[in-house]
């Protein structure tokens, strides 16, 4: 698979809670089986060579509508990451800035926050980021933190709910296909689950 980079703009939705506050919302999602992967793969309609077949339009369809309305909980690891930098501290706040691109890959699709409408000159979707401040947790500097960031040692935790599927055409390829929700939540964390950085829209 083809890797994805992103042209970033600066979208400083920043809202801070506590810890009880995500675990409170994490409470009322259910865990998408098999990760974010098999979550879109059933939303998008990907049954591999039998995509295009009216069987797997109509599970994909009937799948959508049981999804509907539902809040889904979905953990990021290392290796699946790529969507959050460091930077300096900012107008945001915080000891630290964490750049977070609302495109959370899931195997060839990837859930969003806003559907994409154009693409880079290499065929990328574009997407405004957000910025969130981060506090330091017990025992870290800023630069450790930031290699963290570096060396992919980070996890993303995210709640959304699906709203609908999304569709971006490619100049030469196949289309770019996703689920658009909302982002009811998300937590940068260290592998031990220590918090970097968090967005909770009110």
């Known amino acids: 698979m083809k890797r994805w980079t992103w042209v970033l703009g600066l979208l400083p939705l920043v809202a801070w809670g506590d810890d009880a506050r995500f675990e409170a919302l994490k409470a009322t999602a259910e865990t998408v089986d098999g990760g974010l992967a098999a979550f879109l793969e059933q939303y998008t309609g990907d049954c591999g060579d039998a995509s295009n077949t009216p069987q797997c339009r109509q599970k994909a369809e009937a799948y959508r509508k049981s999804v509907a309305g539902k809040r889904f909980y979905a953990l990021l690891r290392e290796d699946a990451a790529g969507m959050v930098a460091f930077a300096p501290a900012g ?4 000891n630290y800035t964490v750049l977070v691109t609302p495109f959370f890959p899931g195997g060839a699709h ?11 000159p290499h065929g990328n ?4 980021n ?17 290699r963290l960031f570096h060396r992919r040692g980070v996890r993303v935790e995210i709640l959304f709910t699906p709203e609908a599927l ?9 289309p770019l296909t996703g689920c658009r929700g909302r982002l009811d939540a998300l937590l940068v964390t260290t592998t031990s689950g220590a918090v970097l950085a968090r967005y909770e829209p009110r």
């Open 130 to 146: 957000l910025a969130l401040p981060g506090l330091l947790p017990e025992g870290e500097t800023e630069d450790s933190v930031e």
């Open 166 to 174: 999304w569709s971006l055409p490619r100049k030469g390829e196949k």
């Open 125 to 128: 979707p574009v997407f405004p």
């Open 110 to 120: 990837a859930f969003t926050n806003q559907t994409p409408k154009k693409t880079d």
């Open 91 to 94: 107008p945001a706040g915080g």
